[in-house]
């Protein structure tokens, strides 16, 4: 049980300091001259041909800035950075790479020659990670003075600052990002209770299967002061359009066919009006329309278009619709008046053989 327990802390410790290493979000970064002056800093302290910042990948060492030493990746194993970091010193050195126990691999400079010493300070987080290492190389034997350790211990620290700098940007990042996910959800979830609220808002004032204004939502204008001010800005018109026969379109189509053709000519009502004109669906087969500022001989026209477009509708079979027209006068008559006119009108319409226009007999003499 023992090695199997240390081994699975090895690998949970390796995966927290995996979580650490991206939280810096340093690999396979862009160069930055900050981390390049750096490395040609700890080559003039230890007077050494090669220096780098380095950082353990999974399978790779990563180096941030390099100088003397091939850019190209080397393996974990055999890397300055895992040698530092597998030992416990602030800054550790190695005289002889050859002759270390156990013995390491030695790298190579530009030109392919071998770096026997090693000098490394680890880049280790204030929670025991070490993320890499500033390490400076040479082709002989040697070692560091006192003061030259003491160098390469300051700029390890000045990488550590660096890289303290790119967790808290990235944090900041991801906050702000965060911050507007957050408010790209809220900002959707107020559209969509929007959204909801205009189709119940539609679902009150509209009706079903014509798409029409519905009669609660005539009562709505009714009480609405800014709609009932327009309507008394002058004369107006009510007409009312009933479709003929409607029962028995019903009895021989069926109500498939009886809802299509309902749906017909509510469109041939809708396009016929003017904008500022009210179509409402008031009765089973029966349409109000509210015409402000529109004396009688325009609403006739307007009565008349849709009459004539109500019998072209593209059905199987034929259909007609009559129409009564009433007009109003706000300082003298109330809409409950002017709407018993227009009905009687319609009256008159039906049981003159239907498929007409026709208007209050009192309004239409004068």
Known sequence: MGPRTDSGDRRRREA???????????????????????????RIVCGAPA???????????????????????????????ELVARAADAVHVVRDLRTATPPAPCPVDEGGAPLRFLAGAPLRTPEGFVLGALCVLDHRPRGLTATQRAGLAVLERQVLQLLELRRVDREQRELLQQRAQAAQRLEHERAELQRRHDDLQREATHDPLTGLLNRAALGK?????????RLGAGAYTLALVDIDHFKQVNDRHGHLLGDRALRAVAQVVAGGIREGDVAVRYGGEEFLLVLP?????????????I??????????????????LASGDPAADEPEQVFERADQALYRAKAGGRNRVVADEREWRG
């Open 293 to 305: 500022d529109t004396p009688l001989a325009g609403a006739f026209e307007v009565a008349e278009r």
């Open 51 to 81: 220096a780098l910042i380095g950082f353990i990948d999974r399978e790779r060492q990563w180096c941030k800035a390099a100088i003397g030493l091939p850019p190209a990746d080397v393996p974990r194993e055999d890397s300055p950075c």
């Open 307 to 324: 009459r004539g477009a109500a019998m072209e509708l593209a059905l199987p079979f034929a259909l007609t619709v009559s129409i009564g």
């Open 221 to 229: 204008l009714r009480a609405n002061p800014r709609a009932m001010q």
């Open 16 to 42: 927290d300091r995996q979580r650490a290493l991206a939280a810096v979000d340093i690999l396979d970064s862009p160069p930055e001259q900050a981390y390049d002056d750096i490395v040609l800093l700890a």
